[in-house]
């Protein structure tokens, strides 16, 4: 297998991509830390740059925004009572939501901020200008949250439709422990977050700093899956070269929702290339079912 102009097309996009968010923190210096002086707008710049590149290659019927999900406990398909029993619910606001535009409708819509249904929702990313370890517990519990209100209402787990990916993603990150490394501190942190077995679609599919790692969650090779499996999580170290990864894997994530059978009829494109390179393997937790 070839691919290599992919993954140079890949790695030059992620180095303008961060030489961009560079140039904001030289016109705008903070005088007394790395980044921009208003560190308010300093991570709203990182994510609408984020969402803009990713808008760039996602196809036209997703849309790249920011806003709620909202899941009211009414019908669903002709007649489905499902929810009858539940409450309506809706998330926090989330940084990022990939929404299937072309094929469902939103509630509301200011701009760039929306108020949608859990059936268009493909991915929702958190961003963190500067990732920290305290952001991974509280926004991956976010993010399974986000996977609840998405869960699909088939009553038979192989009817439903797959969850959406679920990601958290830092423009640079500060980790350090001179005790632990850092993607061993971060996988003790999903350990004891999923230490109820969720369902493997709630759990985070990425968690990484664009510019020098990320660690991911690997799909198991095989459908049906066995009830009682476990998900394994691996991490990556990246030199210069090899930045196109974390952004693949973001593309790819979402292109995998997307054009997954339960979603639609469509067989998906080659658009990314992944060098063959040995992943460290973190550990695996179990989970109760797929979805």
């Known amino acids: 297998m070839d691919g290599r102009r992919l993954q140079d097309f890949w790695n030059q996009e992620v180095l303008a991509l961060l030489a961009v968010y ?11 830390a790395v980044g921009a002086e208003h560190r308010g707008e300093d991570g709203r710049y990182v994510e609408a740059l984020l969402r803009s590149y990713l808008q760039k290659y996602l196809p036209k019927d997703l849309e790249v925004l920011t806003g709620f999900i909202l899941r009211p406990a009414v019908k669903t398909g002709k007649n489905t009572r499902n929810r009858k029993n539940q409450i309506d619910q809706h998330s926090t606001q989330l940084d990022i939501i990939v929404c299937d535009t072309g094929t469902y409708p939103v509630f509301q ?16 990313l958190s961003v963190k200008k500067k990732l920290r370890g305290a952001d991974v517990a509280a ?14 209402d088939e009553v038979k787990p192989q009817e439903r439709r797959r969850g959406p990916f679920l990601a958290l993603v830092g423009a640079s990150s500060e980790l350090a422990d001179t ?40 799909r198991p090779p095989e459908e049906p899956i066995p009830t009682n499996s476990v998900a394994k999580y691996l991490h990556f170290s990246l030199e210069n070269e090899e930045l196109h990864h974390g952004f ?8 995998s929702v997307y054009y997954d059978e339960t979603r639609r009829n469509m067989k998906r494109p080659g658009y ?15 989970f109760k079912g797929l979805r």
């Open 109 to 124: 819509r200011m701009g760039d901020t929306v108020i949608v249904p859990p059936e268009a929702v493909i991915a929702v």
């Open 139 to 152: 926004e991956c519990k976010a993010l399974a949250a986000v996977g609840r209100i998405c869960r699909s």
């Open 272 to 286: 990314t290339s992944f060098p063959r390179l040995p992943a460290q393997q973190l550990g695996e937790i179990p």
């Open 22 to 32: 560079r140039q904001f923190e030289t016109l705008l210096p903070s005088p007394a």
């Open 179 to 218: 005790r632990v490394a850092k993607e061993k501190k971060i996988f003790q942190k999903l350990e004891e977050l999923y230490a109820e077995p969720p369902t493997f679609d709630d759990m985070v599919g990425f968690i990484g700093d664009l510019s020098q790692w990320y660690v991911f969650k690997a």
């Open 248 to 255: 693949q894997f973001l593309i790819s994530g979402i292109l």
